[in-house]
């Protein structure tokens, strides 16, 4: 019995240091994705990394989860998971300063995506990224 409740609270502790830091997982789903094709992303207004924006899980294996899953998983599909190498259209963006952060964290094809930049307004975000962060419907 004093084994098992042991095992309890120290379980109890490492739940709440992991809340306490700030600490954030995806959903079990995503981990447990067959294809390793998963992305959380969120997008936070401002330049600042501000803990508790609410993010979207984008599952690829059906495209699910997402405003745009289908778009997207095909635009990463194109790049191999790297975000980074996404480049969508050409266009004009207003030279207004409301940043943007893009953060993507997950598995593709079997490799780990870890995926952070600020742009200077969504218009940026949009023509970089195309439809990885078009998480709004």
């Known amino acids: 019995m004093t084994r098992s409740i042991s095992a309890v609270r120290g379980g109890l502790l490492a739940a709440a240091a992991a809340l306490a830091l700030g600490a954030t997982t995806p959903p079990a789903t995503a981990q447990d994705s067959d294809t390793g094709n998963w992305l959380f992303v969120t997008v936070t207004r401002g330049d600042g990394r501000h803990g508790g924006t609410p993010g979207t899980l984008l599952l690829c294996d059906p495209p699910q989860g997402h405003?745009?899953?289908?778009?997207?998983?095909?635009?990463?599909?194109?790049?191999?998971?790297?975000?980074?190498?996404?480049?969508?259209?050409?266009?004009?963006?207003?030279?207004?300063?409301?940043?943007?952060?893009?953060?993507?964290?997950?598995?593709?094809?079997?490799?780990?995506?870890?995926?952070?930049e600020t742009f200077s307004n969504g218009c940026g975000l949009a023509t970089q990224t195309g439809s990885v962060f078009a998480v709004d419907g």
């Open 67 to 116: 405003a745009h899953a289908a778009e997207a998983c095909a635009d990463l599909d194109r790049v191999g998971g790297d975000i980074s190498r996404l480049r969508q259209k050409d266009a004009f963006c207003p030279m207004i300063y409301a940043p943007v952060t893009a953060h993507a964290r997950g598995e593709w094809n079997g490799h780990p995506v870890d995926y952070r």
